[in-house]
């Protein structure tokens, strides 16, 4: 089950991230793939699958919820099923057909009308998305993040409050197609009293979250912002030109835990 959990992180990444960044973002993977982990691995004490999932409930938590529609059975379902499949064909001939696009090749990989709709009588991809939310959950409980994260932690948490079980839910079975949308461009916070930026939202939850699960598997700050900031700028689309942001990302979480150990 493991590897193909890590691949549906992966291939959510992509949907996301920047195209201009991929060639990086494989290493970055990689990287993320091999870091240390206990001898006694099981899938929640995965460093690597933390990672993953904290970069996509990042993702989440940035982002506005979206329900899809939960279509029903039988010969209504066969109707909207086709109409669906109409609908995404004719969206592709429009932005192959776009003035400001050269060139376009798609490879989309269509469920079957009777795979659209789980066990659970949810959407295939709504159940899937589902199970990842309440793994990732399970992984934040197992390796709490830091305080000022748990506000984050919490939110995260409340975009489905009434989240079924793991055992109630479909674990993806197959890689999701990677799709890359161009990056919403984004900020890198505000600045202290003490000159200093305070993190945004974003760095800080990757700080709360990836920072202090990395230190407990024997990584040090310097090391760990250092991948915060591969992860922002691979992931999120977020440059840093002067090439001095994983210092000042290490300067950050000692400011948010010296705040937090002081409160």
Not at 94 to 122: K, L, M, N, W
Not at 127 to 140: K, P
């Amino acid at each position: 089950m493991q590897p193909t959990v890590l691949q549906w992180f992966m291939s959510q990444i992509e949907t996301f991230a920047p195209a201009a960044q991929r060639e990086e973002r494989q290493q970055l993977y990689a990287d993320i793939g091999a870091l240390p982990s206990s001898p006694s691995i099981t899938l929640y004490d995965n460093v690597g699958l933390f990672v993953f999932a904290q970069i996509v409930a990042a993702h989440q938590l940035m982002a506005p919820r979206v329900s899809g529609p939960r279509p029903g059975r039988s010969s209504a379902h066969a109707t909207w099923y086709e109409k669906e499949r109409q609908r995404v064909a004719k969206l592709l001939l429009q932005i192959a057909e776009s003035p400001v696009v050269a060139s376009f090749q798609s490879a989309v990989t269509y469920y079957e009308a009777a795979d659209v709709t789980c066990q659970h009588g949810r959407n295939q991809k709504t159940c899937e998305a589902l199970y990842m939310l309440r793994l990732t959950l399970h992984l934040l409980e197992r390796h709490q993040a830091s305080r000022w994260a748990r506000k984050q932690v919490e939110r995260l948490r409340q975009r489905e409050p009434h989240l079924p079980q793991l055992n109630d839910l479909c674990a993806p079975l197959e890689p999701v197609p990677d799709e890359v949308p161009e990056p919403a461009p984004g900020t890198s916070g505000t600045t202290t009293a003490g000159g200093t930026r305070a993190p945004d939202d974003l760095t800080a939850y990757l700080l709360g979250t990836i920072v202090a699960r990395l230190r407990h598997a024997g990584l040090t700050v310097g090391q760990s912002c250092a991948l915060v900031d591969r992860v922002l700028h691979c992931c999120f689309g977020r440059p840093d030109p002067l090439g001095t942001r994983a210092v000042v990302l290490a300067e950050q979480w000692r400011r948010l835990n010296q705040h937090t150990s002081g409160a």
